[in-house]
């Protein structure tokens, strides 16, 4: 809020409850279960399509309308029973061979964004 000069900011604590932190005077307040302000609302979701398959989708949903309107996914492979065994052998230590959210380039919140609103690179 401070760095970008944001109103507020709002979130969804649980499945349609909603909380607000936003800046009265000099003092930062949160509010829970309030209606969003907001238009937009952005989350994500795990998925398990398959055995040894995860990912992460990052959603964008038009609260006014309900619409579902971008979404960007990610989904990494965690090995096989032999993958898993021999990579606790690697300084990585053992876990998914690809994890989930490492991404190196821009962070999937902001290619969606990009990608739905058209602002470019």
């Known amino acids: 809020m401070t760095k970008h000069g ?8 649980a499945p349609g409850q909603y909380y607000r932190i936003s800046r009265q005077g000099d003092q930062i307040v949160r509010e829970l279960n ?4 907001a238009r937009y609302v952005s989350f994500k979701e795990h998925r398990s ?11 964008l949903r038009d609260l006014s309308t309900g619409e579902l309107i971008g979404e ?9 029973w032999a993958e898993r065994f021999l990579a606790g052998f690697s300084d990585a230590g053992p876990g998914p061979m690809f ?3 490492c991404d190196v380039k821009r962070s999937s919140w902001t ?3 990009q990608q739905v609103f058209n602002l470019g690179e």
Do not use: C, W
């Not at 944001?6 to 604590?13: D, L, R, T």
């Not at 309030?34 to 302000?37: D, E, G, I, L």
């Not at 399509?49 to 959603?59: F, H, I, N, S």
């Open 6 to 13: 944001f109103p507020f900011v709002e979130g969804e604590a």
């Open 34 to 37: 309030v209606q969003p302000k």
């Open 49 to 59: 399509p398959a055995k040894g398959v995860t990912g992460t989708a990052y959603l």
């Open 72 to 80: 960007d996914v990610n989904y990494g492979f965690n090995g096989g």
């Open 99 to 101: 994890p989930i959210d």
């Open 111 to 113: 290619r969606l964004e």
